[in-house]
């Protein structure tokens, strides 16, 4: 079976889609088959930008598609190493479905009070229909400078939960390079790829810890 990764928010703008890439890119990079699952059918973000790097031509290939379900994403699953479900900028009945088949379940945040607050309502919402903290993953995204990172850091905390190491700053590099079809992964910007690489690599982490729980048969 393959692992199941979602991304989910209580609001858009907050790097959902930008994460969501940016490991579907170092998954076809490792040479797993990869399918990059679009459930916002009107806005369709992640299909633009895998038409983009379709265009490209010499990108790691990544199977990217919208569907009006979870359902429908699934369809033919075996035939791939790594789902990623990349949800629409709110909550719905369809992110606990979402969320319930997932291996780990991303929610990513920007580092504003107003991103921070619902974030923290949607992880108490998560926990509340029986998605356990192991399996959650806290991404802070769209950073302007490293005090941005303390008060996030502080205020996830607080809540009783922990952002993943590592950050998402905010780059007009990264967002050319989207409107490329390329990750952030796959630009080169001194320090500010340092701090991505490293949330990258923590998320990887979180991952491969699910990834073996589900081998073990172990529950939450």
Known sequence: MPLIVSFVSQKGGVGKSTLARALAAVGATGKLKVKLADLDVQQQTSVRW????????NASPINVGAFRSFEEALVNSDAFDLIIVDTPGHTSPTTGTVARASNVVVVPTSATIDDLYPTVLL???????????NRLAVALCRVL???????????IAAAGYELLPGFIPERASYRNAQNRGQALTETVDGAANESADVLIESLLRKI?????????????
């Not at 491969?208 to 939450?220: F, L």
């Open 145 to 155: 400078e490293a005090s941005e990172e303390r008060v996030a850091r502080n205020y």
């Open 208 to 220: 491969a810890e699910q990834s073996a729980v589900m081998q073990n048969g172990n529950g939450d």
């Open 123 to 133: 992880l108490r919402a998560l926990e509340e229909i029986g998605i356990s903290q």
């Open 50 to 57: 895998g038409k983009a790097r379709k265009q490209r031509g």
